[in-house]
């Protein structure tokens, strides 16, 4: 079984600062975890992936994502929020061996406020 | 411009009578799938489409029916709607392959009274 904890319903940080939302998985073989952004009325727009490769991981608008083996997280962090950056942001899992159809198992998900 | 489209975005019906929410891609993906959101328990998947003629149940199937008969296409069907069927639904695509990003439509707030 896989899951996907977001441990903080809500975060909130000054613009300019740096910022962090935290994920933690679990999944029993390797995973490929990811990162997705909701504005209000709007669908879940793709911010990054880690597949392989490079613990640190690079994404849109400026974020990117840690995965530590180690500590089963992939927090997603950002050196200096803006206000536009608040938002709903979920983490999601998926077993690369897995065979339930690409399934993302998703976390349920950490508002961002971001203040002026 | 590569996008997901559903429709309706809203709507409100009744208990029982059958409903279909649409959802289309033009990026040509193999994979495609339905999650619905609720508060507190962040998405959860309904149904998926390998391709074409390919479907299965996800975590909540029950009281949901779909299709895939072309690639572009895949529709979600509530044949007896109930109120706990009240929910964010949102219709995803991607190429086929584990690693590869799922790309989400704008959603359809559906209420069942």
């Known amino acids: 079984a896989q899951s996907v904890a977001q441990p903080e319903d809500q975060v909130n940080v000054a613009e300019g600062n740096p910022l962090t939302v935290k994920c933690t998985y679990s999944v029993s073989g390797n995973p490929y975890l990811f990162w997705y952004v909701q504005y209000p009325n709007r669908g879940l727009q793709f911010l990054l992936k880690y597949i392989t490769g490079d613990n640190l991981v690079k994404g849109s608008y400026g974020f990117e994502a840690e995965f530590n083996k180690s500590q089963t997280s992939f927090h997603l962090k950002k050196p200096s929020a803006l206000v536009s950056d608040s938002a709903l942001y979920f983490c999601?899992?998926?077993?690369?061996?897995?065979?339930?159809?690409?399934?993302?198992?998703f976390g349920k998900g950490t508002s961002l406020l971001v203040t002026p | 411009e590569a996008q997901v489209t559903q429709n309706p975005r809203y709507l409100i019906t009744v208990t029982g009578k059958k409903l279909t929410v649409t959802c289309s891609q033009n990026m040509n993906h193999e994979y495609m799938s339905w999650y619905r959101q609720d508060p507190g328990l962040g998405l959860r998947q309904i149904y998926y489409?390998?391709?074409?003629?390919?479907?299965d149940k996800g975590d909540v199937p029950e009281g949901y029916k779909v299709s895939r008969k072309e690639k572009r296409n895949f529709p979600l069907i509530l044949e007896s709607p109930s109120p706990n069927q009240t929910s964010l639904y949102f219709c995803a695509s991607s190429k086929a392959g584990t690693s590869y990003e799922q790309y989400f439509g704008p959603g359809t707030r559906l209420t069942v009274t």
């Open positions: 489409s390998m391709n074409v003629e390919v479907t």
């Open positions: 999601a899992v998926r077993d690369r061996g897995s065979n339930s159809g690409y399934a993302l198992n």
